[in-house]
Nanobody, 124 residues
Framework: QVQLVESGGGLVQAGYSLKLSCAASGRAFGVYGMGWFRQAPGKEREFVAGISQNGAVIKYADSVKGRFTVSRDNAKNTVYLQMNSLKPEDTAVYYC?????????????????WGQGTQVTVSS
């Protein structure tokens, strides 16, 4: 009965910023690690960022390091992805997911619940 709903996507020009939110329903949100993934047309789904249950362990894909920031507010049952200096290659559907445990993971198989995604389009 866990549900994840992403929001905040849209169309922006290269160099601009977007902040994605993922609101989670269900109990014990703070017990689980969370992750962000993305999938562009014709490409495989790829890891973007991950955060452990208490925010102590954070991981980023090399392609977004220095530009994206993942955070969470367990009191609000929400995880965020701040995306700065967006590039056309960031264009994709972005998904949030809940891990099976408390850790921060990079493989999609480590996650058991997924949102439906939010579209991010970066024009050049």
């Amino acid at each position: 009965q866990v549900q994840l709903v992403e929001s905040g996507g849209g169309l922006v020009q290269a160099g601009y910023s977007l902040k994605l939110s993922c609101a989670a329903s269900g109990r014990a949100f703070g017990v689980y690690g969370m992750g962000w993934f993305r999938q562009a047309p014709g490409k495989e789904r790829e890891f973007v960022a991950g955060i452990s249950q208490n925010g102590a362990v954070i991981k980023y894909a090399d392609s977004v390091k220095g530009r994206f920031t993942v955070s969470r507010d367990n009191a609000k049952n929400t995880v965020y992805l701040q995306m700065n200096s967006l590039k056309p290659e960031d264009t994709a559907v972005y998904y949030c997911a809940r891990s099976r445990t408390a850790g921060s993971y990079i493989e999609s198989s480590a996650f058991d619940y997924w949102g439906q995604g939010t579209q991010v389009t970066v024009s050049s």
